[in-house]
């Protein structure tokens, strides 16, 4: 038996939002993130260069949004296991905390490889 509730696109909706309204309130890491975020994207609107750069640099911030949502559950599932200081709870956590790592270094990369083609290779 799955612990699922039917599926309805509305109610689904709602539950996504909640989700991200919990992480939101309680993961500082996301916060940050998050506000980061809207002020790159704000920032990217009045910025001169290309539509393609600009919509590269703003939808290359969602793998870190995405990452850090991803290891808040990570982190959720294992304290709700176990309270107890073990290994593979370690080990979970320390893996969902190097998505976050990948996730800003991916990003950093297109940075770089976006603005270098929009400032040096033309």
Known sequence: ???QP?????????????????????????????????????TLIFLSMPFWAKAVLGLSLFPVLIAE????????VVDLVTQERRPL?????????????????FTGGVWAVTLYLVYFAS
């Open 69 to 76: 949502l991803a290891n808040s559950a990570i982190e959720r």
């Open 1 to 3: 038996m799955r612990n």
């Open 6 to 42: 039917d599926y309805h696109l509305f109610k689904n909706t709602r539950y996504a939002l909640q989700g991200f309204v919990e992480v939101l309130h309680n993961e500082t890491s996301f916060k940050i993130e998050v506000v980061g975020s809207v002020v790159i994207w704000v």
């Open 89 to 105: 709870a370690k080990h979970a956590k320390d893996a969902g905390a190097t998505m976050v790592l990948f996730s800003l270094i």
